[in-house]
């Protein structure tokens, strides 16, 4: 692992007397946030957007940051909302004093009422506070040789902004954080907006032997459910975009004693080739438009197409 002190120091000596002298020519201070930006030699193929969290050792949002925090009612009935001022009062000096307990200062309030929605239960309020301030957020976007990490802002004193960029760069340095490793590091650079960017590292050596970079993909693709619902008697497929389609047959009027056998369990009768299919609005109840099946030479034709596109990732890529 390589040692970035040297680096370090020299680059943000340079970044602050560049911003000490662009803050002579403005009439007002501004709370500029300080990057870190990481430019590639390979592009990743990465489907989506993937977040990677980093750990700081100072607060990039400076000493006094402002955090908003949404609490639920004292009341525990469900979809109970706060209506009177007098419910607004006790609820605001209830959670007054509850942030007071956990040594949190500086609280301004603001008094607005949401609808109801679940939480799970936080046992260590104060730490999981105090662990998403000490965190960054490495943003890995598709098609894109370069990101870029907050580290801080100019209200920082040296020694801090030091410190969190050193422990940005132990973590850059293992495999599982840049695509492709720290091989794949072309440059550093220390940046803020309104201002040119000053060098970290540049790698003097283009690596040969990087590949094709790909992220897999963590999360499971939904697949398509078909089975029959009990409440409506028909059939129900619900497709991995979220659209319901339902199966509807001509002949509704079925009898009880039809549906039902000897040990009370329901029966639905399917008939494939006399059913009727629609697409249903799950939201509010509605029929869409009918659904045409899909015929077998639309299947190869898709086929033949996913193929093709396969084909044109390996020879681009």
């Known amino acids: 692992m390589k040692d970035f002190t040297k680096e370090v120091d020299n680059s943000v000596e340079a970044f602050c007397k560049l911003e000490e002298l662009n803050s002579k020519k403005k009439l007002f201070s501004e709370k500029k946030s300080i990057h870190l930006k990481i430019t ?4 990743p193929i990465i489907n989506g957007i993937r977040k990677k969290y980093l750990k700081l050792r100072h607060s990039r949002f400076g000493d006094n940051p402002e955090t908003c ?3 639920p009612n004292r009341r525990s009935e469900l979809n109970y909302k706060i209506t009177t001022d007098e419910e607004i009062d006790l609820t605001v000096d209830y959670y007054k004093e509850f942030l007071e307990k956990h040594n949190v200062e500086g609280i301004k309030t603001v008094s607005i009422s949401f609808p109801a929605w679940d939480a799970p239960a936080d046992p260590k309020f104060n730490e999981n506070i105090q662990r998403a301030l000490l965190s960054t957020t490495l943003h ?5 040789d370069n990101y870029s990490v907050p580290v801080g802002t100019v209200s920082h004193s040296k020694s801090q902004i030091k410190e969190n960029l050193l422990e940005i760069l132990k973590q850059i340095q293992s495999d599982d954080v ?5 091989k794949n590091v072309r440059a550093l650079y220390i940046h803020s907006s309104n201002q040119k960017s000053i060098p970290l590292y540049i790698c003097e050596d283009i690596p040969k032997n990087l590949g094709t970079i790909r992220l897999k993909n963590t999360k499971k693709r939904a697949k398509k459910v078909t089975g029959v619902l009990s409440t409506l008697g028909k059939k129900v497929t619900v497709k991995n975009d979220g659209t319901v389609i339902i199966s509807k047959n001509k002949d509704e009027s079925l009898n009880s004693d039809n549906n039902e056998n000897e040990d009370g369990m329901e029966l639905v009768e399917e008939n494939d080739e006399d059913d009727d299919e629609y697409i249903a609005d799950v939201e509010n109840g509605n029929k869409i438009g009918e659904y045409e099946s899909e015929s077998e030479d639309d299947l190869e034709l898709e086929e033949k197409e996913k193929r093709l596109m396969i084909l044109s990732i390996f020879d681009f890529g």
């Open 178 to 182: 840049i695509p492709g490793g720290f």
């Open 140 to 144: 890995l976007r598709p098609f894109a």
């Open 40 to 43: 590639l030699f390979k592009i």
């Open 69 to 71: 925090l949404f609490v």
